[in-house]
Each structure stands twice: as structure tokens, then as C-alpha cells.
Nanobody, 115 residues
Framework: QVQVVESGGGLVQPGGSLRLTCAASGSISSFNVMGWYRQAPGKQRELVAAITSGGSTNYADSVKGRFTISRDNAKITVYLQMNSLKPEDTAVYYC?????????WGQGTQVTVSS
């Protein structure tokens, strides 16, 4: 059994910052890749950023230079620092934890960017 729990979402004004946290626990002690996805109303879920166990990162073009992903392997936790937020960043943000054979998803945390 694996639990994936996101936190840190909320309402922020354009130009503001938020830090999302995703903590995994249970029967798996490490994941090959941990990442953040988001889904806005009426749109498909999309990759925001991902990071491997070795620290290699991948970002969506729309967030490059504004968002930073990091992870703490000992805590099985991944973070997403979001700066210079825009209204188009409004979405439910989901954490995905990948092993060789299976993916685990959290329930999501709402991020709303609005004045």
C-alpha cells in the first residue's frame, strides 16, 4: 500500500509564489521518477515538471524559469516551487510517483491564481 499526499495549494495573486509538497509513504521506499501534473477545467492533464532519483529534471515550456522541482529521497518527498504565477497556472496539481511497473497518484491540490 502506497499513499501519496499533496499539500500547499491555495489562492494567490498574479506574480505571487506557492510551494507544493508531495509526500509518499507505505510499502515502497523509492521511486524512479516523481513529478507534478496539472489539470485545468475542460483541459487534459499535463506534465508540469518531473525529477528522477538522480536529480535530472524536465519542465513544461510554459513553466520554465518560473517553477523549480526538487526532491528529498530520504523523505520520499518532492517539492514544486512556483514563482511569478499567472492566471493560466490555475489548475488542480497532482503528484505522480513512478516505479518500474506502476504509477501512484495523489488526490490533487487546487492552485488558483487570481486578483
Amino acid at each position: 500500500q502506497v499513499q501519496v499526499v499533496e499539500s500547499g495549494g491555495g489562492l494567490v495573486q498574479p506574480g505571487g509564489s506557492l510551494r507544493l509538497t508531495c509526500a509518499a509513504s507505505g510499502s515502497i521506499s523509492s521511486f524512479n521518477v516523481m513529478g507534478w501534473y496539472r489539470q485545468a477545467p475542460g483541459k487534459q492533464r499535463e506534465l508540469v515538471a518531473a525529477i528522477t532519483s538522480g536529480g535530472s529534471t524536465n519542465y513544461a515550456d510554459s513553466v520554465k524559469g518560473r517553477f523549480t522541482i526538487s526532491r528529498d529521497n530520504a523523505k520520499i518527498t518532492v517539492y514544486l516551487q512556483m514563482n511569478s504565477l499567472k492566471p493560466e497556472d490555475t489548475a488542480v496539481y497532482y503528484c505522480r510517483c513512478e516505479t518500474t511497473f506502476y504509477d501512484y497518484w495523489g488526490q490533487g491540490t487546487q492552485v488558483t491564481v487570481s486578483s
